[in-house]
Nanobody, 120 residues
Framework: HVQLVESGGGSVQTGGSLRLSCAAS????????MAWFRQAPGKEREAVAGSNDGGIKTYYADSVKGRFTISRDNAKNTLYLQMNSLKPEYTAVYYC??????????????WGQGTQVTVS
């Protein structure tokens, strides 16, 4: 059984920063991509940032490029998302996902419970 536990969400003013963490119960999976998704009320869940093992291949949604940085610490079984220069439109529940082959939400087998990020 794989558990993903997100933390680090909260309320912040426009232009502020937050760092999300996702603690995983294991680091190796059949597929080696991990990613952050977000879902705002009334909207579909979308990929925000992703990384394969080793960080050789990364993905960022156009809306967050230059503002967000994804990183993985396999020694700590933890995925991070550093979010800078936050905008109100980034308000959503952010989810960590593991064991995916691409950046589509349909490809991920494991999900965290989500952490709320509110930017005002």
């Amino acid at each position: 059984h794989v558990q993903l536990v997100e933390s680090g969400g909260g309320s912040v003013q426009t232009g502020g920063s937050l760092r999300l963490s996702c603690a995983a119960s294991r680091v190796t999976y059949n597929k080696n991509c991990m990613a952050w998704f977000r879902q705002a009320p009334g909207k579909e869940r979308e990929a925000v940032a992703g990384s394969n093992d080793g960080g050789i291949k990364t993905y960022y949604a156009d809306s967050v490029k230059g503002r967000f940085t994804i990183s993985r610490d396999n020694a700590k079984n933890t995925l991070y998302l550093q979010m800078n220069s936050l905008k109100p439109e980034y308000t959503a529940v952010y989810y960590c996902a593991a064991d995916g082959g691409s950046w589509s939400r349909y490809e991920y087998n494991y999900w965290g419970q989500g952490t709320q990020v509110t930017v005002s």
